[in-house]
């Protein structure tokens, strides 16, 4: 298991009291969350569970390499990020996560800064997911 | 259409998901849970590999020592108990 943060995007509605009276505005927050990476075949399991239009092409671990081989990992269109978000999903073992909507819930894809942070956690998760193993061959 | 069944015996359906027949390899060669659960996927591909390897390796061994035990066989004279008239016909 390992032990890494996500950055995420809150949206609240606050009230505030103005001269002209009392507004409802969005309150957008950036935090980070931490979150347990899953690199057991418990991973493949949700991989095959949540996404088996994808688990009949491919394994998770082969969609990892082949995302990084081909560089898909650092595309910031949302596409491309939402196939790696279904991925990471699959790494990741948390309460607060029930379903794939209530995790793309948490990101804020129209926004391109909060994009590209995505992005980069993204590319640190499958170097670390796919690097995790004692047969890698960066250990071997 | 005649013959056709409201179910779809389809090829496809009937294959077994690849995580099934992982945990099917992990009871055949006694991995422990603890262990499934904390090996990282590829590690767990390789020891089962490893485990396919060295059980095909001991197949091929005894399909060796059995095709050669039954060369042996034919080559060895064959000797069976004959008849004391058998014997005499033979000595004649």
Same mark, same amino acid.
């Given at each position: 298991m390992i032990k890494t943060t996500l950055?995420?995007?809150?949206?609240? !509605?606050?009230?505030?009291?103005?001269?002209?009276?009392?507004?409802?505005?969005?309150?957008?927050?950036?935090?980070?969350?931490v979150i347990t990476l899953d690199t057991s075949?418990y991973a493949?399991?949700?991989?095959? +569970?949540?996404?088996?239009?994808?688990?009949?092409?491919?394994? !998770?671990f082969?969609?990892v390499?082949?995302? +990084?081989?081909?560089? +898909?990992?650092?595309?910031?269109?949302?596409?491309?990020? !939402?196939?790696?978000?279904?991925?990471i999903?699959c790494f990741i073992e948390s309460?607060?996560?029930?379903?794939?909507?209530?995790?793309?819930?948490?990101?804020? !894809?129209?926004?391109?800064?909060?994009?590209?942070?995505?992005?980069?956690k993204?590319?640190y998760i499958f170097e670390l997911v796919s690097e995790g193993g004692t047969?890698s061959?960066?250990?071997? | 259409?005649?013959?056709?069944?409201?179910?779809?015996?389809?090829?496809?359906?009937?294959?077994?998901?690849? &995580?099934?027949?992982?945990?099917?390899?992990?009871?055949?060669?006694?991995?422990?849970?603890?262990?499934?659960e904390r090996l990282h996927y590829n590690d767990?591909?390789?020891?089962?590999?490893?485990?396919?390897?060295?059980?095909?390796?001991?197949?091929?061994?005894?399909?060796?020592?059995?095709?050669?035990?039954?060369?042996?066989?034919?080559?060895?004279?064959?000797?069976?108990? &004959?008849?004391?008239?058998?014997?005499?016909?033979?000595?004649?």
């Open positions: 950055p995420i995007i809150e949206k609240t !509605l606050v009230k505030e009291t103005t001269p002209d009276g009392e507004k409802e505005q969005i309150k957008i927050t950036e935090r980070d969350i075949v493949e399991e949700r991989w095959e +569970q949540n996404f088996p239009h994808n688990a009949e092409k491919e394994t !998770l082969a969609y390499a082949r995302v +990084q081989k081909s560089k +898909q990992d650092k595309a910031t269109d949302t596409a491309n990020v !939402l196939s790696n978000l279904k991925a999903y309460d607060e996560v029930a379903t794939f909507k209530e995790f793309c819930r948490l990101f804020d !894809l129209s926004d391109a800064r909060h994009t590209e942070k995505v992005v980069n993204i590319v047969a061959p960066k250990n071997s | 259409m005649k013959g056709e069944t409201s179910f779809n015996y389809n090829k496809k359906n009937l294959t077994m998901p690849r &995580v099934l027949t992982l945990y099917q390899k992990c009871t055949e060669y006694n991995i422990q849970g603890c262990l499934i767990l591909l390789l020891l089962i590999y490893s485990f396919d390897i060295e059980n095909l390796k001991k197949q091929i061994a005894t399909a060796k020592k059995m095709r050669q035990i039954s060369k042996g066989k034919k080559n060895a004279p064959e000797i069976r108990d &004959v008849s004391q008239a058998d014997a005499l016909k033979y000595l004649k």
